[in-house]
């Protein structure tokens, strides 16, 4: 068994604020608290509507339940605890005589659809809420819920004379997405012990994770790109990779975690765009390294989903490596990607009424008269050459009355919620910062309560300040050393730090009292040209043009310097309200930017438009 390196804090031990601990508390109060919603979500396994559109309404409960459970942990939030508490014990008595919990009818179940999807999630639901629960008791209910819901699916799926295969699950993308049902196996065989799930496990493995090619062995081998596999949809293969990460940890065996690694990088090298998410055509791999300066076609591009999946795979990459590579991939797809997402300028989405695309009972995708407009608290798309945000609802599905509800909705919690975990996290030997960025944290896993307190906001990318109180203990604190940080610096008590560098950190070793430490670091505004248009990043932030500003659409007149910097003055936003915003000086005067996260959150406006690409002139 392989054990993690770092470990996210438990619930109380830590607490994100600034910018992204508020968009913590947004999901809490405009989503994750809201019983009616709850309630809905439980109730398609009642009333079994995935049955006529072979639909993915299954995957809501469990999805929003693994954010919330990660929500709660990132803030000991009681009275969200009890909201789920109710939840969990609400989807329990849908559970059939037979152990299923499925939101399709015995007639239509495991042909064709989602239902094995949907499956997974239930499994995932209870698992993360498993790692919250105080109740031994309905820990207890909840464990033998999921094995008799585990073994309906054993005795059915296999490639036994009277077995359904995978592939015959789902017709869509290649079965990965009932595949991807790998991880809750492995996790429910880690909590039993019981044979039968690793055996089950060990079959889809073996099986590649993708009914038209291996995806392990095309992972391994390294002689395609992921936008070049026979299958692209990029959600659902980052899914497998969740779930080959969790055997990994049984088996030990090294291939298991190259395939992965070698996933992220094949990703991160072809398909990672200047926000932090993966795929400009629809919702697939397509290159997106390169193809990210053209127009989206159909306003579909960087599915909010895709970018908080790819979070988690490098979460638990993190966690398992300790590798700080991969908490700069979190970095940027949340400070960019996943908050720019967050509908947290609270607009009604008038626009995506017209726009809820949902396959009707022919299975053909219509866009539903919504007779029950809502916000929604994530939007499921990510502009990036002039165009505005909030326009279509992915992975929509209508429900009773009207109501609607979508994928990436339900996803964006875990993100906002992982944000608030990763950024100090605990290692055998101490404590991790990843994120500068305001956070408090205290631990008595070393023995006697210790705190590191650290102050920063990360869209001004100036450094932190951290303050430790240690009580004399000796640990490592390791602070990590972004790869767009220069002059990277640390003083503990006005005095240059001694410490050693290692995967990514600076890990200082000593016996703490309560000492200052403060980390400096320079991080310009750079420029960065492709397919003859140019981009601005600081730091880990990447700006965007917003029509607030003023005319947006005129192509730009720059040189940099060095190739690459820029003369950018920082101002104050008069506008609207931006975490950080640069007046950039052009050979035709100067243009204003902000970071992308608040560039176009007034999406219900007529005009909305923003650009990170622009025309290089
Ligand atoms: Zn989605």
Not at 344 to 356: D, I
Not at 412 to 429: E, H, N, R
Not at 433 to 461: E, H, M
Request: one cysteine or more; proline letters at 3%.
């Amino acid at each position: 068994m392989k054990n993690a390196v770092l470990n996210f804090p438990n619930a109380g031990e830590s607490r994100l604020y600034g910018y992204g601990g508020k968009l913590i508390d947004f999901t809490i109060e405009k989503q994750l608290l809201d019983e009616e919603k709850w309630a809905l979500f439980v109730e398609q396994f009642r009333i079994k509507l995935d049955s006529e559109n072979q639909g993915w309404r299954g995957e809501y409960w469990g999805k929003m339940m693994r954010g919330a459970s990660l929500t709660y942990r990132a803030t000991k939030n009681e009275k969200l605890y009890s909201v789920l508490v109710g939840t969990i014990r609400d989807l329990l008595s849908t559970q059939e005589k037979s152990g299923r919990i499925s939101t399709y009818t015995v007639a239509t179940e495991l042909k064709g659809g989602w239902d094995m999807w949907a499956r997974k999630y239930v499994m995932l639901g209870m698992f993360y809420f498993l790692d919250i629960c105080k109740s031994k008791a309905l820990a207890k209910k909840i464990v033998n819920a999921m094995k008799r819901h585990a073994d309906y699916i054993i005795k059915r799926i296999g490639n036994g004379k009277k077995q359904i295969g995978v592939f015959d699950t789902s017709w869509f993308v290649g079965g990965m997405n009932s595949y991807s049902i790998l991880e809750p196996f492995v996790k429910l065989y880690v909590l039993t012990g019981e044979q039968r799930y690793f055996d089950f496990a060990t079959f889809l493995v073996n099986e590649g994770l993708c009914h038209e090619f291996n995806l392990i062995e095309a992972c391994l081998n390294k002689t395609m790109y992921p936008y070049q596999f026979p299958q692209t949809k990029a959600y659902e293969m980052t899914s497998c990779m969740e779930g080959l990460l969790e055997y990994y940890k049984v088996t030990g065996n090294p291939d298991h975690l190259r395939a992965v690694e070698n996933f992220v990088d094949l990703v991160v090298e072809s398909d990672y765009t200047i926000i932090g998410c993966c795929g400009c055509y629809h919702e697939l791999f397509d290159n997106s390294s390169k193809t990210q300066t053209e127009p989206a076609a159909n306003e579909v591009m960087q599915e909010t989903c895709v970018t908080v999946t790819f979070l988690k795979l490098c979460a638990k990459l993190l966690s398992l490596t300790g590798n700080a590579k991969y908490a700069g991939y979190i970095e940027k797809s949340g400070l960019n990607a996943l908050y720019g997402a967050v509908n947290n300028e609270n607009q009604q989405m008038t626009r995506t009424g017209a726009r809820r695309f949902a396959p009707n009972e022919e299975g053909i995708w219509v866009a539903y008269p919504v007779t029950l407009l809502e916000p929604f608290p994530f939007d499921s798309y990510s502009p990036l050459f002039h165009d505005r945000r909030g326009v279509r609802v992915g992975g929509c599905q209508v429900m009773q009355e009207g109501k609607t509800y979508g994928c990436c909705v339900c996803i964006g919690s875990a993100g906002t919620a992982i944000m608030g975990l990763f950024a100090v996290m605990k290692g055998g030997d101490g404590v991790y910062v990843n994120l500068y960025n305001d956070c408090r944290f205290k631990t008595d896993s070393f023995g006697d309560k210790i705190s590191v307190d650290v102050y920063a906001n990360p869209y001004q990318s100036k450094g932190a300040k951290i303050n430790v109180n240690g009580k004399g203990q000796t640990f490592a604190l390791a602070l990590r050393i972004p790869d767009w940080a220069e002059n990277f610096k640390v003083t503990v008590n006005g005095e240059a730090a001694k410490g050693e560098e290692k995967n990514g950190y600076l890990i200082i070793n000593r016996a703490w009292g309560k000492d200052k430490v403060a980390v400096s670091f320079n991080a310009p505004v750079k420029m960065t040209v492709l397919n003859k248009k140019i981009a601005f990043t600081q730091g880990p932030i990447t700006l965007a043009r917003d029509c607030r500003f003023e005319d947006i659409t005129k192509p730009v007149a720059i040189t940099a310097r060095n190739g690459k910097n820029v003369r950018a003055k920082r101002i104050k936003n008069s506008v609207f309200h931006s975490n950080v915003a640069y007046e950039i000086t052009t050979k035709d005067g100067k243009i204003t930017l902000c970071d992308y996260a608040q560039a176009g959150k007034n999406f219900d406006d007529e005009q909305c438009n923003i650009t990170v690409w622009q025309e290089k002139k």
